[in-house]
């Protein structure tokens, strides 16, 4: 990981942590999920960068090494996507591929819808281009759904602050490898659904642990809690969803996400495609909701070929 470049990009009032990587024409921009950050994409940064690409792998404001805004409380996607602008035009970069996974799929066909002529594909892992309207999963999942707990002001921040942010991590690591949704007992909190006993997933260090450890221990949770699970709710003003660049789609088969009500049909029904006509779709039977991190020379594959077949 040494070669990697940790750069700062001061924009839109805040300072950004941007990693960087490769030195190629074409450039790769990597959008994390929670409860990552830039280093989550390290894999597949050394493996595209040696490849002849460029890639960036930003820390969104209030993670990782990034600025915590002044009020995280009120921070929007539509701040994601003005920021992710705002440092691509600071480092004179015109159009990408972006590469994004979790919930940095939504910014990622955002960016892709609302700037068009500054997104050259979309590679998207374990979650695929959703309407934009409010998400219903609570309509269908019992109260101890960890989203509708996450949602609740004050809720998630009480069950985390029991633990330091290392603890909270290794939590969520282990919970969101498995392919059962989390889902808290009236009586429990999400982090009690783990136990201290439970070892960290194979592919998942100690070392890689306390790096994730230590950056949460700098921002916190409170931005990551309002981005993405209390801001879904977000009008963009946007008539047409449909995405005309090229896509892909890694899923993996045992990626909990798969449960969410009606997400397994959306996918392999072809519904998923009717937002983004030029989708192909692989599924990775073992992969789990970190399959990047998990299966990291299968992504690096993947990713290189969807790249390759389109310059």
Request: with cysteine.
């Amino acid at each position: 990981m040494e070669q990697i470049q940790h750069n700062f990009v001061t924009v839109r009032g805040l300072k950004f942590h941007v990693a960087e990587l490769g030195i190629g024409s074409t450039v790769v921009l990597f959008l994390h999920g929670f409860p990552e950050i830039w280093y989550s994409w390290r894999h597949q940064m050394i493996a595209l960068a040696g490849a002849g690409f460029r890639t960036l792998a930003p820390d969104y404001r209030g993670y990782g090494l990034s600025d915590i805004p002044p009020e995280p409380e009120k921070t929007t996607f539509a701040d994601i996507i003005a920021d992710l602008v705002a440092i691509l035009d600071h480092l004179g970069v015109t159009k990408v591929f972006v590469v994004a996974k979790d919930f940095g799929v939504r910014p990622a066909y955002l960016l892709t819808l609302l700037h068009p002529h500054r997104v050259s594909g979309v590679i998207t892992v374990g979650a695929p281009h959703m309407p934009l309207g409010p998400r219903k999963y609570g309509e269908s999942l019992p109260e101890g759904f960890y989203i509708l707990r996450w949602r609740e002001p004050g809720r998630a921040e009480a069950d985390f602050g029991r633990f330091d942010a290392k603890t909270v991590v290794r939590n969520i690591y282990i919970l969101f490898s498995k392919s059962e949704i989390p889902i808290a007992a009236e009586n429990q909190e999400v982090m009690d659904l783990v136990d201290a006993s439970v070892p960290l997933p194979p592919w998942f260090t100690e070392e890689d642990l306390a790096t994730y450890g230590a950056l949460y221990e700098k921002s916190g949770f409170k931005t990551a809690l309002q981005v993405p699970y209390r801001s879904y709710d977000e009008d963009f003003g946007i008539s047409n969803p449909m995405v005309k660049v090229p896509a892909l789609l890694i899923m993996g088969c045992k990626d909990y996400f798969f449960k969410f009500p009606g997400i397994e049909e959306y996918i392999k029904s072809g519904k998923a495609k009717e937002l983004v006509p030029n989708l192909d779709i692989i599924y990775l039977p073992e992969g789990t909701h970190f399959v990047q991190e998990q299966s990291p020379e299968l992504v690096n594959g993947l990713i290189l070929d969807f790249l390759k077949s389109r310059l």
